[in-house]
């Protein structure tokens, strides 16, 4: 059997059991499980508000509506973000007709705050910060630069489920206005696909419940405890459909359990591929800062001939994969392509190494073998 890059272990009899009781219940959509997930991951995070959402995306989306609408941005208002990431960060900025501004990352592939400071105008109004495989980067920094500047700070933390720094969830640090996980197929969290939007501010908290619900201002979980005033709500804005549901939560609910011990395990893979590729003065690893506090979503390499080296893996059953291709290369952003030169460079070096609970230190020390015996 070959290797995948990236594979989602489920508990599965307790997923079933916790589905189940959806099922018997009769109640699998919004409310029951989503409320019962909503307060676990507040009380692992140390949110103070966390609403479930049907995605990272249309919780990237959220972020944008609101803070626009709210603060009275304008059409083509700037927002500052990375190449590298998943294409979901740079879109939720288009949904909201705003502009992304492409700064270049640093040597942990996130955000660099002396090229982010360069990119500010007199139009920008937020930064977009990827946690790029976990990472933390220099997202202190850029708090301060956002502090200095008066603009928001949105962080996509799609690949942060689990990460700390000295115990403590980034998300919730002071300057961090908004943080949107993803419990998408193959995050570390895994469900099907699912999210979580956590604002600092309670006010827009409470809207994103109106708004990811089509407007409507009482979900129907309180509402049928209200007898047969229950039809009675009011709409108050233009809103979507972007609520999560009770199935998806049940097995959020499971999944979180194993969460810090999972990420534990990708800590250890992570130290067998550091020690394997140590001695190989053509492989660099990403680094990472707080190591030790890293989800590690992903874990990548830059090494001089990526391509060969996926094609030499896959032929003897290692399938690793590219995080990300830099953005300004696709069609739609290809306007800002040259602006981000280290991004641009190193995304033609870096291969995804597999990373995730199959794997046996017997696996990795293979998939190590085999990489140096390439690249040499
Ligand atoms: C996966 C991912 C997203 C999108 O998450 P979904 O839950 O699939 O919508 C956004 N940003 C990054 C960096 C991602 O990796």
């Given at each position: 059997m070959s290797i995948q890059v990236l594979k989602p272990k489920f508990?599965?009899?307790?997923?079933?059991?916790?589905?189940?009781?959806?099922?018997?219940?009769?109640?699998?959509?919004?409310?029951?499980?989503?409320?019962?997930?909503?307060?676990?991951?507040?009380?692992?995070t140390g949110h103070k508000n966390a609403y479930f959402l049907n995605s990272n995306t249309v919780g990237l989306h959220l972020a944008f509506h609101i803070l626009k609408r709210e603060l009275g941005w304008q059409d083509g208002?700037?927002?500052?973000?990375?190449?590298?990431?998943?294409?979901?960060?740079?879109?939720?900025?288009?949904?909201?007709?705003?502009?992304?501004?492409?700064?270049?990352?640093?040597?942990?592939l996130c955000l660099d705050p002396n090229d982010v400071q360069k990119k500010i105008t007199n139009k920008t109004k937020a930064v977009i910060f990827v946690?790029?495989?976990?990472?933390i980067g220099k997202l202190k920094e850029i708090i301060n630069i956002c502090k200095t500047h008066n603009l928001k700070l949105i962080l996509d933390a799609a690949h942060m489920s689990g990460t700390r720094a000295?115990?403590?969830?980034?998300?919730?640090?002071?300057?961090?206005?908004?943080?949107v996980y993803s419990y998408q197929a193959v995050k570390n969290l895994a469900t099907g696909d699912s999210g979580c939007i956590c604002w600092a501010e309670?006010?827009?908290?409470?809207?994103?419940?109106?708004?990811?619900?089509?407007?409507?201002n009482k979900d129907t979980y309180s509402r049928s405890n209200k007898g047969t005033y229950a039809w009675k709500y009011d709409v108050d804005n233009i809103g979507y459909k972007y609520n999560g549901n009770s199935i998806m939560a049940a097995i959020a609910l499971v999944q979180l359990k194993y969460l810090d011990s999972e990420n534990e395990r990708r800590r250890e893979i992570v130290r067998l591929y550091e020690d394997g590729f140590r001695n190989n003065s053509l492989i660099s690893v990403v680094p990472a800062n707080f190591k030790e506090e890293c989800c590690y979503h992903l874990f990548e390499l830059a090494?001089?001939?990526?391509?060969?080296?996926?094609?030499?893996?896959?032929?003897?059953?290692?399938?690793?994969?590219?995080?990300?291709?830099?953005?300004?290369?696709?069609?739609?952003?290809?306007?800002?392509?040259?602006?981000c030169p280290r991004a641009h460079r190193v995304s033609q070096h870096l291969i995804t190494m597999p990373l995730h609970m199959w794997l046996t230190n017997d696996d990795v020390l293979r998939i190590i073998e085999k990489v140096n015996e390439f690249v040499r």
């Open positions: 508990h599965v009899e307790e997923c079933l059991d916790s589905v189940r009781e959806c099922l018997e219940n009769g109640w699998t959509g919004m409310g029951f499980k989503t409320i019962q997930f909503e307060n676990s991951w507040m009380e692992y208002d700037e927002v500052i973000t990375t190449p590298i990431t998943f294409v979901s960060t740079n879109h939720a900025i288009l949904y909201e007709n705003l502009k992304p501004v492409f700064a270049d990352v640093d040597e942990y946690g790029y495989g976990g990472r000295d115990g403590v969830f980034p998300g919730t640090w002071d300057g961090v206005d908004v943080t309670d006010k827009y908290a409470k809207l994103t419940r109106e708004i990811a619900w089509c407007g409507i090494v001089p001939d990526r391509d060969g080296l996926l094609e030499y893996l896959s032929k003897n059953g290692i399938n690793c994969g590219v995080h990300y291709r830099d953005n300004t290369e696709y069609k739609l952003y290809n306007s800002s392509k040259g602006l």
